[in-house]
């Protein structure tokens, strides 16, 4: 079974324009994590943030933790076209195996 | 690239066959796990492997089965496959008492008929 949830399911934007999704968990954590999938195939890190931080940024992405919501959002900023892909989040409340959500699929138009 | 490599890429079988995928670990890792993924789903844990063992299962049957070699390359043994099997299984390696992060390999697809 998923942990949580990603919303939204599918996010369309024009290459420049900021994607905010959001991702809600069900169970405490150590620490929640971003994976990035293009087309199917094998999931990219991107960025992960403990249970004890509160926001944390790398290059153009800017994610935030809420441990009193169960939820987490991650913000990429002046998207590409290359940007295009499904974003997952992932929680590690059984010490290193990876939970994951149900992914948001951005599309970023040219 | 993050180094793990597996094999094949793509696979058809019939229900009831059986089959294995390899998973070749990302060199100086020792720990690698594997998730189904079905079409429009978020990745699920099958089962993690560490010097040799199984290290944690998800909610997977026993038909699921796996090995890990000394250089820490892996397999997954699926047997009397069915159809809701059809998925990316995708192997992901990490270092025992960093797996915070797991570097995923290319995944293979597996479709059955």
């Known amino acids: 079974s998923q942990q949580g949830e990603e919303d939204p399911q599918a996010l369309s934007i024009q290459e420049g324009e900021n994607a905010t999704m959001n991702c809600s968990y069900k169970?405490?954590?150590?620490?929640l994590q971003w994976y990035r999938q293009n087309s199917g195939r094998g999931l990219v890190h991107l960025i992960l943030i403990r249970s004890n931080e509160r926001e944390k940024h790398s290059g153009r992405l800017r994610v935030t933790l809420d441990t009193s919501k169960k939820s987490s959002s991650l913000l990429i900023t002046a998207s590409r076209a290359a940007d295009t892909a499904s974003y997952f989040c992932?929680?590690?409340?059984?010490?290193?195996?990876?939970?994951f959500g149900t992914g948001t699929r951005l599309q970023v138009f040219p | 690239e993050t180094g793990v490599t597996q094999s094949p890429t793509h696979l058809i079988k019939t229900r009831g066959q059986q089959v294995t995928l390899r998973c070749s670990s990302q060199s100086g890792h020792n720990t690698v796990s594997w998730y189904q993924q079905a079409l429009g789903q978020g990745p699920q844990f099958i089962f993690q492997y560490y010097r040799e063992e199984e290290n944690g299962r998800g909610n997977f049957p026993p038909r699921f089965s796996g090995l890990q070699f000394p250089n820490y390359s892996s397999e997954l043994n699926v047997n009397a496959l069915e159809l809701d099997d059809s998925a990316l299984y995708l192997c992901a390696s990490s270092s025992w008492g960093y797996q915070e992060t797991q570097y995923f390999g290319p995944g293979t697809r597996l479709l059955v008929l």
């Open positions: 992932a929680t590690d409340n059984l010490a290193d195996k990876l939970i």
């Open positions: 169970t405490s954590i150590n620490n």
